[in-house]
């Protein structure tokens, strides 16, 4: 065999942005502090995580809201992830004709101090967050509110040295920060670990979050 280089376990992650974005993320934003505001009618009332002080949590039936502006992200949201499952399955488009989804969604609005703790999201295949407002950075503090995902390798970097400390992608040590951006939706496997670093603005953090399992119609 000739010799080769490939990625024998690599994570699958995919990202979009939504097209004019501005008037979709303002209406949805001024909906969702406005639902904030009401307090325990739209909070999670058995949050799995432990819920951080200057974390607002909804409960887990965003999407089926019929506001428009919610209607419109679910709608972009679901064809982001159905183009990645298709890819990623090798599914025929009369095979997605008959996937069936099944789902939680929710939204985080994070304000000062404000963090999500390691997690993964069991009984799902894939998760996704999109971003309504990332919120101010400070400038002396640059990994405020950053989504934080971590190598699943876990003894990746238990030995380093010049022979694998460069590594270029896809291959990766350690962890992966990602600064989100409005109008951002980023996908990856529900097992993978992740976290949000504290959030050290003075206005919110704004986002959207979802787990989808999957059946196929006719199976």
Known sequence: MAFQLHPAFAVPF???????????NAAVKSLLLAREAEGPRYANPNPSLKQQAGVFESDFNLFAWPEACIQQLRQFCWATLGR???ELNGYSAE??????IYSHTWFHVTRHGGFTILHT????????????????????????????????????????DPGNTRLV????????N??????QLVLFPSWLQHEVLPFYGNDERI????????????D
């Open 121 to 160: 999201h069991p009984m799902a295949s894939w998760s996704g967050v999109y971003c309504v407002d990332p919120g101010q950075t400070p400038e002396d503090r640059p990994e405020s509110g950053v989504l934080r995902f971590h190598n699943p390798h876990h003894y990746s970097n238990y030995f380093l």
């Open 207 to 218: 986002t959207i979050a979802f787990n989808c399992w999957f059946g196929m119609k006719g």
């Open 14 to 24: 995919a990202q979009d942005h939504l097209p004019n974005c501005e008037p979709i």
């Open 84 to 86: 990645t499952i298709a």
């Open 178 to 183: 990602m600064r989100l951006q409005p109008g």
């Open 95 to 100: 095979e997605m004709q008959r996937l069936q």
């Open 169 to 176: 992608a896809p291959y990766h040590h350690g962890t992966w």
